[in-house]
Nanobody, 122 residues
Framework: QVRLVESGGGLVQPGGSLRLSCVAS????????MAWYRRTPGNERELVAV???????NYADSVKDRFTISTDNGKNTVWLQMHSLKHEDTAVYYC????????????????WGQGTQVTVSS
């Protein structure tokens, strides 16, 4: 079993900063990539940022130059540092990881956290 647990969400004023954390645990052989998605009511979940095991990153245009995704050396924790937050950043943020678990097939799978609410409001 693989588990992702997010933390760090909350209420912040426009222009403020927030840092989200996500820790992956369980029967992990390798993590290929970790990412942050977000969803607002009535909308599809959208990719915010992704980081590969090699450290390559990619961001949604709407968050470029404001958000930074990073991982620890062990690659089981991912952070999303958010600056200059806007009302439109309000959403539930989900951690995602492509994980190869220990097992007979070592087949990679997609795993999700439970989500953490970020609200940007004055």
């Amino acid at each position: 079993q693989v588990r992702l647990v997010e933390s760090g969400g909350g209420l912040v004023q426009p222009g403020g900063s927030l840092r989200l954390s996500c820790v992956a645990s369980g029967s992990i052989f390798r993590i290929n990539a970790m990412a942050w998605y977000r969803r607002t009511p009535g909308n599809e979940r959208e990719l915010v940022a992704v980081i590969s095991s090699g450290g390559n990153t990619n961001y949604a245009d709407s968050v470029k130059d404001r958000f930074t995704i990073s991982t620890d050396n062990g690659k089981n924790t991912v952070w999303l540092q958010m600056h200059s937050l806007k009302h439109e950043d309000t959403a539930v943020y989900y951690c995602n990881a492509e994980v190869v678990p220990f097992g007979p097939t070592y087949r990679a799978g997609d795993y999700w956290g439970q989500g953490t609410q970020v609200t940007v409001s004055s």
